[in-house]
């Protein structure tokens, strides 16, 4: 083997998530070309923010936070983390005291709330959503059952 | 988290898997020769992004198979140091902390990279963190904020003791000593 390149360029979560989901990720370990390490991968990243993610949402994304001139790796992270709070801010970019004000980081908050989708609340609640039309039914069902 | 990266190797494709389309033998070749697989100093190898070119398709004399140079790019898990990560609490014991991403178990989160002061409670088995005079128990399975502070390709021990940890070909070890890491639930 001979490693031309090992640095060939970043992937955010949701690129690779989009990748495993081509690969037949959504049917299951055993359904799809898919091995179960791969799928263990794709079960851990539907959970975080990319999970909701479109790369419509991530392009705007980047165009909106030009103005903070922020690194690579931090766009990056700001992506991947999907930062809610000015702490979350300041541990993705370096230096931040110096490099943003105050008015700043709350923008970037703000933009990060706009453009980017709210993070998956429960990860039964979306398993729910991707099994289709008749399972929602059955649960629905089940939940009658169960209050009663 | 995850980085792309090129490499060319030459694979042998079993007579039996002539069958398929070229593409899709190379890809399974290529997936049962890497995947979930830690290459040094690489990461860990994910899945395959794209073959980009491949050449030959020799078959030498006494071997039924053909060979094929493969110019292709994988993705892997290799997380940049400084970045932060969130996964879940696994394991608690003297030495620190246990992460793990699901996917990837061998992150440790040592006792001096803890927050200070932290304590280990021996009957809980848990680490607490004395924040203003208040206890704040670091409890299992709960997600955990990490930052990265160093990768390490250990390299695989010729003669184990009994009672060592399993080998792990990939460590990372984490560090939540400051704002905004830790319990996401903190903050």
């Not at chain 2, 490499?7 to 070229?22: C, F, T």
Request: net charge negative.
């Amino acid at each position: 083997m001979k490693v031309l390149e090992s640095n060939a360029g970043l992937l955010s979560n949701l690129e690779v998530l989009e990748l495993l989901q081509k690969r037949g990720a959504a049917k299951g370990p055993l359904g799809g070309s898919i091995s179960p390490a791969e799928y263990k991968v794709y079960e851990f990243l539907v959970d975080t923010p990319a999970g909701t993610q479109t790369r419509a949402a991530l392009e705007e994304f980047v165009k909106e936070v030009k103005v903070f001139k922020l690194t690579e790796a931090e766009r990056l992270q700001s992506v991947n983390l999907r930062p809610a709070t000015a702490v979350e801010v300041h541990l993705i970019v370096e230096d931040c005291d110096e490099r943003l004000s105050g008015e700043q980081v709350d923008s970037l908050i703000e933009t990060v709330d706009r453009v980017l989708p709210s993070p998956p609340e429960k990860p039964e609640a979306e398993e729910e959503e991707a099994k289709g039309e008749e399972d929602e039914e059955l649960d629905e069902a089940e939940e009658g059952s169960g209050a009663a | 988290m995850f980085v792309l990266t090129k490499v060319k190797h030459e694979l042998r494709i079993a007579p039996q898997k002539l069958s398929l389309p070229l593409l899709d033998a190379i890809t399974s070749e290529i997936q049962n020769l890497f995947f979930d697989k830690v290459l040094k100093d690489m990461g860990l190898c994910i899945t395959l992004y794209d073959v980009r070119a491949v050449e030959g398709g020799f078959v030498f004399p006494g071997d039924g198979a053909p060979r094929f140079t493969v110019d292709f790019q994988l993705v892997m898990f290799r997380p940049f140091i400084g970045e932060v990560l969130t996964g879940k609490l696994k394991k608690c014991d003297k030495t620190g902390l246990y992460i793990s991403l699901q996917f990837f178990e061998d992150i440790h989160i040592p006792e001096h990279l803890l927050q200070q002061p932290s304590v280990f409670d021996e009957e809980e088995k848990l680490w607490i963190w004395n924040f203003n005079g208040n206890d704040m128990f670091m409890d299992l399975d709960e997600e955990v904020r990490f930052r990265v502070v160093q990768v390490k390709y250990p390299t695989i021990p010729i003669e184990q003791d009994k009672g060592a940890k399993p080998f792990a070909p990939m460590e990372i070890t984490g560090d939540i000593n400051a704002d905004g890491l830790g319990l996401v639930s903190w903050w």
